[in-house]
């Protein structure tokens, strides 16, 4: 009797191991679904914004208005058929992580309804936010506030955060380039308006 039972806990202890085993190795997989899905996630993201860019590159500007119309509406087809794709990979959070967030969102919101008023200080100060982000040797100062509300955030929303920032730069690149240009071709064209008149 006693060799039964020993021989039945043993047998239960294998199959515990055997389903735990199973378990480790299915977590691996759920965590590689989640990131695959989370690239795409991004990949979405990268491509309504090259798409967008492209609208409003300068070059658009340089062409004929019927290429331009035939090449806005291949982009916005391209950009409906984007938009068909839902992806989206939801963040478990405890009710800090979810303060954090928020309060770190209307940080960044507060500074991007006031990007037209002035475009030069939104700049530094997102750089500032997103110098607060990175483990990268910032080339500014930190908005240390904003950091220590990023570090209160969920990992995948501090990754999210970051990559936002980074958009949002980019596109103010964009367009001080688009500015800077139009100011020198305003100026081109003053100039050769005084040549003549002169």
């Known amino acids: 009797?006693?060799?039964g039972r020993f021989y039945r806990s043993t047998s239960m202890a294998d199959?515990?191991?055997r389903l735990l085993e199973n378990l480790d190795?299915?977590?691996?997989?759920v965590e590689a679904f989640r990131d695959a899905a989370s690239a795409m996630?991004?990949?979405k993201e990268i491509l309504l914004e090259m798409i967008h860019n492209i609208q409003n590159s300068q070059d658009m500007r340089h062409i004929s208005e019927g290429e331009r119309e035939e090449l806005n509406l291949t982009a916005n087809r391209l950009m409906g058929r984007t938009l068909t794709v839902e992806v989206?990979?939801?963040t478990i959070r405890n009710a800090q992580q979810q303060e954090s967030l928020l309060h770190a969102t209307k940080m960044i919101d507060e500074i991007v309804n006031k990007l037209l008023d002035d475009l030069e200080d939104a700049k530094v100060r997102?750089?500032?936010l997103y110098g607060a982000c990175t483990s990268d040797v910032p080339a500014g100062p930190i908005d240390q506030k904003f950091q220590s509300v990023v570090i209160g955030c969920a990992i995948e929303d501090q990754k999210k955060i970051k990559r936002r920032l980074e958009t949002?730069?980019?596109n103010l690149e964009n367009s001080e380039k688009s500015i800077t240009l139009l100011e020198h071709q305003k100026s081109s064209v003053r100039q050769s308006c005084n040549s003549k008149q002169d």
Not at 25 to 29: H, M, S, Y
């Open 126 to 128: 997102l750089m500032s």
């Open 15 to 17: 199959r515990s191991s």
């Open 88 to 90: 989206s990979v939801e």
């Open 25 to 29: 190795q299915l977590e691996l997989r």
């Open 168 to 170: 949002l730069l980019r």
């Open 1 to 3: 009797q006693l060799r």
């Open 41 to 43: 996630e991004q990949e």
